[in-house]
């Protein structure tokens, strides 16, 4: 069955500089990923998605994302973070199993971004 | 498009109640999920369907959630009794076939 792991649960930053939230996924299985970002009281929203294709995916807000197959990892990255990207942040897989329809979750990373 | 519709957005009810929570997935998509989201057990995906029909049903906690979907633009989620650890914000979601899911805003259910 597949499952995704985000280690670590909170990262606190300051504005400009750079961060990597991390995630793993078991599958052993084809898999497509994606990163999304919770805003407080609000739904979950697409920052990207990897499908298929170049292992280096671009996304919303200066996000970018790379696929490792061999590590098994979805890596999120952003070379200067804003204030306004606090948020929570939510790795996700589909397993070719279920028709790359149903998405398992991980428990999400606090990213907290300060002056 | 206006999105994923859900209502309402607040719904603040007494132990053993029943509560109903209503979903508009995005007109042309064919799948709709339902999550519940919590501090405890963070994202959980409950049930969801294809083309109208359930496929997966295995997150429903117990037999006093039900879900429906009678038609391709409406889904409900039901709570017979409700019970105070049934406090969580509930999501919808819908996608057109495989990939990005689109979520509506959420209803912050509170059980007293």
């Known amino acids: 069955a597949q499952s995704v792991t985000q280690l670590d649960s909170q990262v606190p930053v300051f504005e400009e500089a750079p961060v990597e939230l991390r995630c793993n996924y078991s599958?052993?299985?084809?898999?497509?990923l994606f990163w999304y970002v919770q805003y407080p009281n609000q739904g979950l929203q697409l920052l990207l998605k990897?499908?298929?294709?170049?292992?280096l995916v671009k996304g919303i807000n200066g996000f970018e994302a790379e696929f490792n197959k061999s590590q098994t990892s979805f890596h999120l990255r952003k070379p200067s973070v804003h204030i306004s990207d606090t948020a929570e942040y939510f790795c996700?897989?589909?397993?070719?199993?279920?028709?790359?329809?149903?998405?398992?979750f991980g428990t999400g990373t606090r990213l907290l971004v300060s002056p | 498009d206006a999105g994923v519709i859900q209502s309402p957005r607040h719904e603040v009810t007494e132990m053993g109640q029943e509560v109903t929570l209503r979903c508009k997935p995005i007109?042309?998509?064919?799948?709709l999920f339902w999550y519940r989201q919590t501090m405890m057990r963070g994202l959980e995906l409950l049930i969801y369907f294809n083309n109208n029909v359930p496929i997966d049903d295995s997150g429903m906690p117990e037999d006093r959630f039900s879900a429906k979907m009678p038609n391709a633009s409406f889904s409900t989620l039901k709570i017979q009794p409700s019970e105070p650890r049934d406090s969580a914000v509930y999501f919808c979601?819908?996608?057109?076939?495989?990939?990005?899911?689109?979520f509506g805003p959420g209803t912050r259910l509170t059980v007293l």
């Open positions: 990897y499908l298929s294709g170049s292992t």
């Open positions: 979601a819908s996608t057109r076939g495989a990939g990005e899911q689109f």
């Open positions: 599958s052993s299985v084809s898999v497509y």
């Open positions: 996700a897989v589909s397993e070719g199993g279920t028709g790359f329809q149903k998405l398992v």
């Open positions: 007109s042309g998509h064919n799948s």
